[in-house]
């Protein structure tokens, strides 16, 4: 059976991008476009509830719902720096507070750096290939920021002055700032590379402080409550009205890599696993069999056929979202809703259903489809483009389109 789809342009929000409602805080990958879940919440009427987001990021369907008034609302994820963002955007520290710990870390750094003699009292951090990624007088700076950041005592305080920090980490190392992936500048741009930390960190810092007092700030009123926990989402029975998302469109290695985006600001705040979170994440690990049942076994045996390979990596995604899908169904209420936001790939040349795929498996679990939109896809920050045969110059557009699927749930049975 196929699902049916309709085109709706009113859901392109052409020349739209994530800031023209709600700047993020911090940069993060292929993330959703308020404007829409807020869209699709009010035509379907939806205003109060609980909510869920099982693959929050950096926590878009959040912004969404309190835009329609909702104010509880529950995240997973399994990227400290998506946790880190999503806990700082939803939680309300009072704006006097905030300007003064400014004002005493800044005082704090300037003093300790006249001190000559102070720069070697602080140990070398930990982070794989440092000097391959920073220069001397960049780490020495970073690790001065980062000491006085943890000398903040409150924990709220402290993660809110680490966002601006993280994106200090990327701007002021080597990589290529126009990429998610870890790639290297070229050596002659690293010659004139000589980026000013403490200016820079303090720019980011008023940034953040802006961004939050303008946008987010205001939304935060004393009964709203956005729970944000680092892990892979765990199911408790009838607790959910809503689920909004947008989950992966692939695996993190082949489509966007969250892990490798986040990895230097991750190892920066602790993380000693950073380099492993986009083999955690959804299609991390190879399945062993190909998916051969449902209405992407098709286009997985079409793969197949060109590379055995892609295909068992394609199965693993798939069966890792196959099973999350289970999980969800088993929180909503009857009578809930769930909203999944997804692009169709292209792998090998093949484009792969996920739409229909999400709503195959939820009508499997208890639920049945009521709509999906088409949209088009003109402002999400992910690849445009790919090599499907690994040719150089041979390139197609990975993703045109994004779908909007609708399902309700019907009954308690859930596909074992």
Same mark, same amino acid.
């Given at each position: 059976?196929?699902?049916?789809?309709?085109?709706?342009?009113?859901?392109?929000?052409?020349?739209?991008?994530?800031?023209?409602? /709600?700047?993020?805080?911090?940069?993060?990958?292929?993330?959703?476009?308020?404007?829409?879940?807020?869209?699709?919440?009010?035509?379907?009427?939806?205003?109060?509830?609980?909510?869920?987001?099982?693959?929050?990021?950096? @926590?878009?369907?959040?912004?969404?719902?309190?835009?329609? @008034?909702?104010?509880?609302?529950?995240?997973? %994820?399994?990227?400290?720096?998506? #946790?880190?963002?999503?806990?700082?955007?939803?939680?309300?520290?009072?704006?006097? #507070?905030?300007?003064?710990?400014?004002?005493?870390?800044?005082?704090?750094?300037?003093?300790?750096?006249?001190?000559?003699?102070?720069?070697?009292?602080?140990?070398?951090?930990?982070?794989?290939?440092?000097?391959?990624?920073?220069?001397?007088?960049?780490?020495?700076?970073?690790?001065?920021?980062?000491?006085?950041?943890?000398?903040?005592?409150?924990?709220?305080?402290? $993660?809110?002055?680490?966002?601006?920090?993280?994106?200090?980490? $990327?701007?002021? !190392?080597?990589?290529?700032?126009?990429?998610?992936?870890?790639?290297?500048?070229?050596?002659?741009?690293?010659?004139?590379?000589?980026? %000013? *930390?403490? @200016?820079? /960190?303090?720019?980011?810092?008023?940034?953040?402080? &802006?961004?939050?007092?303008?946008?987010?700030?205001?939304?935060?009123?004393?009964?709203?409550?956005?729970? *944000?926990? /680092?892990?892979?989402?765990?199911?408790?029975?009838?607790?959910?009205?809503?689920?909004?998302?947008?989950?992966?469109?692939? %695996?993190?290695?082949?489509?966007?890599?969250?892990?490798?985006?986040?990895?230097?600001?991750?190892?920066?705040?602790? =993380?000693?696993?950073?380099?492993?979170?986009?083999?955690?994440?959804?299609?991390?690990?190879?399945?062993?069999?190909?998916?051969?049942?449902?209405?992407?076994?098709?286009?997985?045996?079409?793969?197949?056929?060109?590379?055995?390979?892609?295909?068992?990596?394609?199965? !693993?995604? /798939?069966?890792?979202?196959?099973?999350?899908?289970?999980?969800?169904?088993?929180?909503?209420?009857?009578?809930?809703?769930?909203?999944?936001?997804?692009?169709?790939? =292209?792998?090998?040349?093949?484009?792969?259903?996920?739409?229909?795929?999400?709503?195959?498996?939820?009508?499997?679990?208890?639920?049945?489809?009521?709509?999906?939109?088409?949209?088009?896809?003109?402002?999400?920050?992910?690849? &445009?483009?790919?090599?499907?045969?690994?040719?150089?110059?041979?390139?197609?557009?990975?993703?045109?389109?994004?779908?909007?699927?609708?399902?309700?749930?019907?009954?308690?049975?859930?596909?074992?």
């Amino acid at each position: 059976m196929k699902y049916n789809i309709i085109r709706n342009e009113k859901y392109d929000f052409l020349g739209q991008s994530y800031s023209s409602s /709600y700047p993020n805080l911090h940069k993060y990958p292929a993330t959703m476009l308020p404007q829409i879940g807020s869209a699709i919440l009010k035509e379907l009427n939806i205003s109060k509830g609980t909510l869920l987001d099982p693959y929050c990021g950096s @926590g878009s369907s959040f912004t969404s719902a309190l835009e329609c @008034g909702i104010t509880q609302m529950y995240g997973f %994820d399994i990227n400290p720096l998506a #946790i880190l963002i999503s806990k700082v955007k939803f939680t309300k520290i009072p704006l006097k #507070i905030l300007l003064q710990t400014k004002v005493n870390l800044r005082d704090e750094i300037y003093e300790f750096v006249k001190d000559e003699t102070n720069l070697n009292k602080l140990a070398k951090p930990n982070i794989t290939n440092i000097d391959f990624w920073f220069s001397k007088e960049v780490i020495q700076n970073l690790n001065i920021i980062k000491h006085f950041i943890y000398q903040i005592h409150d924990e709220n305080l402290q $993660r809110f002055f680490l966002i601006p920090f993280s994106e200090t980490v $990327r701007e002021c !190392s080597f990589t290529r700032n126009s990429e998610f992936k870890l790639y290297k500048m070229k050596p002659d741009d690293i010659l004139n590379f000589n980026p %000013d *930390v403490f @200016g820079i /960190y303090f720019k980011r810092l008023n940034d953040t402080l &802006s961004i939050y007092s303008r946008f987010y700030y205001p939304k935060l009123s004393d009964n709203v409550k956005v729970d *944000v926990q /680092y892990s892979k989402f765990q199911p408790t029975k009838d607790e959910f009205d809503i689920v909004l998302t947008s989950p992966p469109y692939g %695996d993190s290695r082949t489509t966007v890599a969250y892990g490798q985006f986040s990895t230097l600001s991750n190892e920066w705040t602790g =993380i000693d696993y950073a380099r492993k979170i986009d083999g955690m994440l959804m299609g991390g690990i190879k399945s062993k069999y190909l998916l051969s049942k449902g209405l992407i076994s098709d286009s997985i045996a079409a793969i197949y056929k060109e590379d055995n390979n892609r295909a068992l990596e394609v199965s !693993s995604f /798939y069966n890792d979202l196959a099973a999350s899908i289970v999980k969800v169904a088993q929180t909503v209420k009857i009578g809930g809703k769930i909203i999944y936001i997804v692009g169709n790939r =292209i792998v090998k040349n093949v484009q792969l259903p996920t739409d229909q795929f999400i709503a195959e498996k939820f009508e499997e679990n208890g639920f049945k489809h009521l709509i999906t939109y088409e949209r088009a896809l003109s402002s999400k920050a992910m690849p &445009s483009k790919n090599s499907p045969s690994n040719k150089t110059g041979i390139t197609v557009n990975t993703m045109l389109f994004e779908y909007i699927v609708v399902c309700e749930k019907t009954t308690d049975i859930i596909n074992k």
